[in-house]
């Protein structure tokens, strides 16, 4: 008998049909001997109803109030799947994260789990039930109601996981698993059966969206494998694991992508120490965040300044920027407002050249131009104009045969 973790996101629980669906899943999981702790999110569309209620109300609500609202719509489900199950003369209990004693610290609407308490789940265990928490939420010091960002169910999952030292921590959700690319964008990108944590972080913080990027930090620090599933199949999914645990090493993985981008170049920036630091902060006073960076001199005295911002503090990031480059007196910036992020990711490239090569040739004969590059050791990040980010995850796609699996074909790549 092991103890699983069962995620179902808010699409599972959408309907009081698919709630029906997931009792009977998890009943099943029971049947096979298991004890089962089940996470929920929000019905389908529930938090997204639930922030424009309070936007409509204040542009900007009080976080806790916030909180305290955004939270209840796991209440819901969770009490229905309890529900659910209790019909079929299943036992099972539902508990909110103040109940479950999920403690976190006080950054209402992104807050970090710092402790998770066993004791009520294990009691109830103990007692033959089925344990279903709401997901997303937990209380802090003061005794209030935070919730973890969106998405954060699947934090909240991982945290139980590893607290409860859970044999498994599954993810259900409306697609197969983790795909080589968005299939929605990309119709022959091909399910993933491994991943390893690493790729999947740079997956989830690089936009793909199907599992929050904490929980995939989490998972990677308590050496908690998950595996990402389908609630309407009984297909095994995408496992997300430790590198050595990849039976069939590629050397690339997936492609992800962010079209809500801007890029915003100053040229002719004073070619001098501390420079760099004035122009982030300044940036950063304004409270926008910096995406991608890249700089290089052109000449003795000056230096490009070159960086990425989300297209929604476009406006904002202009406006300082012409400040600054007023007070620096650098050339007026150059700017594109309309630019999308497409990254190559795996660590397969951290020991092959070549895969930069391939990359930019398949974009270059795609007739796409880059208009800034950075990479790490496992990634390989460009911008590119949204117009033709489509035209460019294909070009890539097939340029790495991420097309072709069981992908004996890439092997070749690298031989
Ligand atoms: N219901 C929350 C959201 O929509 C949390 C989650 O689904 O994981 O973001
Ligand atoms: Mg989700």
């Not at 294990?122 to 209030?144: R, W």
């Not at 959700?173 to 990309?186: H, K, S």
């Not at 930069?356 to 270059?364: E, H, T």
């Not at 035209?391 to 031989?415: C, I, T, Y």
Request: glycine share 6%.
């Amino acid at each position: 008998m092991a103890l699983i973790v069962q995620k179902f996101g808010g699409s599972s629980v959408g309907t009081i049909e698919r709630i029906h669906h997931v009792a009977s899943k998890v009943m099943h999981t029971r049947q096979e001997g298991h004890e089962v702790v089940v996470v929920v999110s929000a019905m389908q569309g529930e938090t997204d109803r639930l922030i424009q209620l309070a936007q409509s109300l204040t542009p900007e609500p009080h976080p806790r109030e916030y909180d305290i609202l955004v939270s209840t719509g796991e209440q819901v489900s969770m009490a229905l799947l309890a529900m659910a199950l209790n019909a079929q003369n299943i036992p099972a209990r539902s508990f909110t994260g103040h109940q479950i004693g999920i403690l976190t610290d006080s950054s209402h609407t992104k807050a970090r789990i710092l402790n998770v308490k066993t004791e009520t789940i294990k009691k109830s265990l103990a007692d033959g039930f089925i344990v279903i928490v709401a997901g997303f939420q937990g209380i802090n010091e003061h005794g209030d109601i935070t919730t973890l960002g969106r998405g954060g169910s699947d934090t909240t999952a991982v945290a139980l996981a590893a607290a409860l030292k859970a044999e498994e921590c599954q993810i259900y959700t409306d697609v197969e698993g983790v795909y080589t690319t968005d299939p929605r964008m990309l119709p022959e990108a091909r399910l993933l059966p491994q991943i390893s944590f690493e790729e999947m972080l740079e997956m989830s913080s690089l936009g793909a969206k199907v599992l929050q990027m904490r929980s995939v930090e989490l998972a990677s620090k308590h050496n908690l494998p998950i595996r990402v599933r389908s609630t309407f199949s009984d297909n095994p999914g995408t496992l997300v694991t430790f590198e050595e645990k990849i039976m069939q090493k590629r050397l690339v993985s997936g492609i992800a992508f962010s079209r809500e981008e801007a890029l915003i170049a100053l040229t002719g920036v004073p070619n001098q120490a501390g420079v760099e630091g004035h122009i982030l902060s300044k940036i950063s006073d304004a409270s926008i965040e910096i995406d991608m960076i890249a700089q290089n001199a052109t000449d003795k005295e000056a230096t490009d300044f070159t960086f990425t911002v989300s297209r929604k503090d476009y406006p904002k990031a202009l406006a300082t920027v012409q400040e600054l480059a007023d007070e620096l007196g650098a050339v007026s910036p150059r700017c594109n407002p309309k630019v999308a992020k497409l990254s190559l990711v795996g660590i397969g490239m951290r020991s092959h050249a070549g895969v930069a090569s391939n990359m930019f040739r398949a974009l270059g004969n795609a007739g796409i131009n880059i208009q800034m590059i950075t990479t790490s050791e496992i990634k390989i990040s460009v911008v590119i104009d949204e117009d033709s980010l489509d035209r460019g995850v294909r070009a890539v796609h097939e340029a790495f045969e991420l097309d072709k699996l069981p992908l004996e074909k890439q092997q070749a790549f690298m031989e």
